[in-house]
Nanobody
Framework: QVQLVESGGGLVQPGGSLRLSCTVSGTIFYNVAMGWYSQAPGKQREWVAG???????NYSDSVKGRFTISRDNAKNTLYLQMNSLKPEDTGVYYC??????????????WGQGTQVTVSS
């Protein structure tokens, strides 16, 4: 079974930066597209960014130009570099295997996520 473990979240002031990591096991990482998803309290989980197995990246309009998704296949790790953070970015961030070359919903098991809080 695929295992996904997110880390790197925390409390940051508006305009600050965080780098999230997602370690993946139980699959051939370099052969799967991946995505990052966020969920605010009382809200449904939404797609943030995705990366294909070839390294093609896509972003939601709200984070485009501020976030960068990347992957290190040698380390079986997915990253999300988050710059110029805004309070609206607050939420629990999850990684997952993703359909549609990283643009679609996750189809693997959901982990616990990592909390990102942007507040002054």
């Amino acid at each position: 079974q695929v295992q996904l473990v997110e880390s790197g979240g925390g409390l940051v002031q508006p305009g600050g930066s965080l780098r999230l990591s997602c370690t993946v096991s139980g699959t051939i990482f370099y052969n799967v597209a991946m995505g990052w998803y966020s969920q605010a309290p009382g809200k449904q989980r939404e797609w943030v960014a995705g990366i294909s197995r070839r390294g093609e990246t896509n972003y939601s309009d709200s984070v485009k130009g501020r976030f960068t998704i990347s992957r290190d296949n040698a380390k079986n790790t997915l990253y999300l570099q988050m710059n110029s953070l805004k309070p609206e970015d607050t939420g629990v961030y999850y990684c997952n295997l993703a359909t549609a070359a990283g643009k679609g919903p996750g189809f693997g098991p959901w982990g616990q996520g990592t909390q990102v809080t942007v507040s002054s």
